[in-house]
């Protein structure tokens, strides 16, 4: 499967923004989906995933109360809503599936990658 994130932008502090993960090549009802964020000089870490259906979202300690994962199977979509943005959430941000159970922070159990979408939040 091919994934493709976009929504990425440049926002001020307290802004919102959503990014977007289409699918292509097989259809998404098949997989658990994940965010991942990376900042410059630091190692990827696990933003949100959800299971396969929807109905089991979990999220980093960061992202509870500010960010919402969801999935539109119908579209091939997933998608983050993140908002209260800070400085601090500035990374490349990519999307990632696996088409079985895991640590959902655990990178190596995501088997395709999207390519990223920059997140820049000016102060």
């Known amino acids: 499967v091919q994934l493709q994130a976009s929504g990425g932008g440049l926002v001020q502090a307290g802004g919102s923004l959503t990014l977007s993960c289409a699918a292509s090549?097989?259809?998404?009802?098949?997989?658990?989906l994940g965010w991942f964020r990376q900042a410059p000089g630091k190692e990827r870490e696990f933003v949100s995933g959800i299971s396969w259906s929807g109905s089991t979202k979990n999220y980093a300690d960061f992202a509870k109360g500010r960010f919402t994962i969801s999935r539109d199977n119908a579209k091939n979509t997933v998608y983050l809503q993140m908002s209260t943005l800070r400085p601090e959430d500035t990374a490349v941000y990519y999307c990632?599936?696996?088409?079985?159970?895991?640590?959902?922070?655990?990178?190596?159990?995501?088997?395709?990658w999207g390519q990223g979408t920059q997140v820049t939040v000016s102060s």
């Open positions: 090549g097989r259809t998404l009802s098949l997989f658990e």
């Open positions: 990632a599936a696996r088409g079985r159970r895991g640590s959902w922070a655990d990178v190596t159990s995501y088997d395709y």
